[in-house]
């Protein structure tokens, strides 16, 4: 997953500390090296202000990566988030890989049991690395080649997690 530190953040950005501090609160994170939080690049791009959007190729450049399927735990809340920070093209964007990886993995699967899924699936697919930059960046050299990315990514993602906003009473 693409991650970035909080100093990373205020560098990029040309915010102090605490900025990113409360931005990032609300947002899950790993430890790094020498104690730093990590966050996912995914769950940042949504708490950037509309002045900041111009900066967003920046993160993308300081981002550390690893080559993961797995898209980690409450994906659902957190593509939503991201889907709504999203503008016009990068929208269509997603969905054209949505369509392609929806196409693919029909192609691929001799079972309709991830179909169950497919919903989820395709929430969760903004938050791969690779689908992310494309969505983004438009960097169409980005985008895995869905006809042998779509099986193991829906295996590694397939899970029963709720894609209706619970209501509260």
Do not use: C
């Amino acid at each position: 997953m693409l991650t970035v530190s909080q100093a990373d953040i205020a560098n990029v950005l040309n915010v102090t500390r605490n900025t990113v501090t409360a931005r990032t609160r609300p947002l899950h994170y790993t430890i790094g090296p020498f104690g730093q939080r990590r966050y996912q690049l995914a769950d940042v791009l949504p708490t950037l202000k509309e002045r900041e959007h111009p900066l967003v190729p920046a993160l993308f450049d300081v981002a550390d990566g690893t080559e993961e399927l797995f898209v980690g735990d409450d994906a659902i809340p957190r593509a939503r988030r991201l889907e709504a920070w999203l503008q016009g093209e990068q929208r269509e964007r997603l969905f054209g890989a949505q369509v392609a990886f929806t196409n693919a993995l029909a192609a691929s699967v001799q079972s309709s049991v991830l179909f169950e899924h497919i919903d989820a699936l395709r929430l969760r697919l903004a938050l791969h690395d690779d689908v992310l930059r494309w969505t983004v960046l438009a960097d169409a050299a980005a985008l895995p080649p869905f006809e042998h990315f779509a099986l193991p990514f829906a295996i590694t993602n397939a899970r029963y997690e709720t894609i209706f906003d619970k209501e509260t009473a």
